[in-house]
Antibody
């Protein structure tokens, strides 16, 4: 079955960077795109960005432009999100999810809590 | 960018009630809307895709409708397990914007 297994919780200081991973199994990795979505405590869902595992094409939400980078490793079927210059506003649960072309996001990881605190 | 405006932000209804949540897009997005259910501490769960297609395993009391700019999610016969927050999302064309969410509670 399709599974997206995300890395563990992170605690970072303001100004630091974080790398989150999302290991995918049960599907042909390069046939799909993947998105990252975050959810601050008590808040709604916020789309961060999308990457194609086929060709590496990517799009980012404007508010994260210049601060986020999505990458994939096809040898390990893993999607990565790097987020730099962290502030307390980046404290959130970050989800990765499968995004088939022209279809809705259907499979989600369990989420990774990132806490930014001095 | 296309905005997705969801309403109401919260509602309280009785068991067995019919509940409707609406989502309005700022531009025509055809039927490229999905609805998700999220319970505390869990990732979102896809309920409905392409505005009206119920996902496998989702109870038939959930239904979706709409096209263009106006969409709705209806829960008929509200059950205790439906307590959750519901989100709409446009799923083609970046950004893949979510609505603000609707928290559904039992009265």
């Amino acid at each position: 079955q399709v599974q997206l297994l995300q890395s563990g919780p992170e605690v970072k200081k303001p100004g630091a960077s974080v790398r989150l991973s999302c290991k995918v199994s049960g599907l042909i990795f390069t046939s799909y795109g993947f998105i990252w979505v975050r959810q601050a405590p008590g808040q709604g869902l916020e789309w961060v960005g999308w990457i194609s595992a086929n060709n590496g094409d990517r799009h980012y939400a404007q508010k994260f432009q210049g601060r986020v980078t999505l990458t994939t490793d096809t040898s390990t079927s893993t999607v990565y999100m790097d987020l730099r210059s962290l502030t307390s506003d980046d404290t959130a649960v970050y989800y990765c999810a499968r995004k088939p072309k022209d279809l809705a996001t259907d499979y989600w990881g369990q989420g990774t809590l990132v806490t930014v605190s001095s | 960018d296309i905005q997705m405006t969801q309403s109401p932000s919260s509602l309280s209804a009785s068991l067995g009630d019919r509940v409707t949540i609406t989502c309005r897009a700022s531009q025509d997005i055809a039927n490229y809307v999905a609805w998700y259910q999220q319970k505390p501490g869990k990732p979102p769960k896809l309920l409905i895709s392409v505005a009206a297609i119920l996902q496998s395993g989702v109870p038939s009391r959930f239904s979706g409708s709409g096209s263009g700019t106006d969409f709705s999610l209806t829960i008929s016969n509200l059950q205790p397990e439906d307590v959750a927050t519901y989100y709409c999302q446009k799923f083609t064309g970046v950004p893949l914007t979510f609505g603000g969410g609707t928290k559904v509670e039992i009265k």
